[in-house]
């Protein structure tokens, strides 16, 4: 079994950055996509970005595009989410997630294992 723990969320004023991590431990798997998604009360889980797992290939949902930066260090088994210029709509629990495929996805049903999410709150 693997665990994620994700860390780095809190309360930022709208423009602001922070940046969140997940670290993942237990059963060795060996090179797998990692991920970010996030979720608010009544909505469906949204795909926010993806990574393979050289790093080499990421993709981004089209409203953070340009402002979110995902990243990873496999000697650390731990993947990043650099959030800057954050808006009040990035409001959300974040969560970090990882599949046993090298190949990302957009798709939540794709993903493995997930963490318990990190709570990020924009305010005006």
């Known amino acids: 079994q693997v665990q994620l723990v994700e860390s780095g969320g809190g309360l930022v004023q709208a423009g602001g950055s922070l940046r969140l991590s997940c670290a993942a431990s237990?059963?060795?798997?060996?090179?797998?996509?990692m991920g970010w998604f996030r979720q608010t009360p009544g909505k469906e889980r949204e795909f926010v970005a993806a990574?393979?797992?050289?790093?080499?290939?990421?993709y981004y949902a089209d409203s953070v595009k340009g402002r979110f930066t995902i990243s990873r260090d496999n000697a650390k088994n731990t993947e990043y989410l650099q959030m800057n210029s954050l808006k009040l709509e990035d409001t959300a629990v974040y969560l970090c997630?990882?599949?046993?495929?090298?190949?990302?996805?957009?798709?939540?049903?794709?993903?493995?294992?997930w963490g318990q999410g990190t709570q990020v709150t924009v305010s005006s």
């Open positions: 237990g059963r060795t798997f060996s090179q797998p996509a």
């Open positions: 990574i393979n797992w050289s790093g080499g290939t990421t």
């Open positions: 997630t990882a599949r046993r495929s090298s190949a990302t996805s957009r798709d939540p049903t794709a993903y493995d294992w």
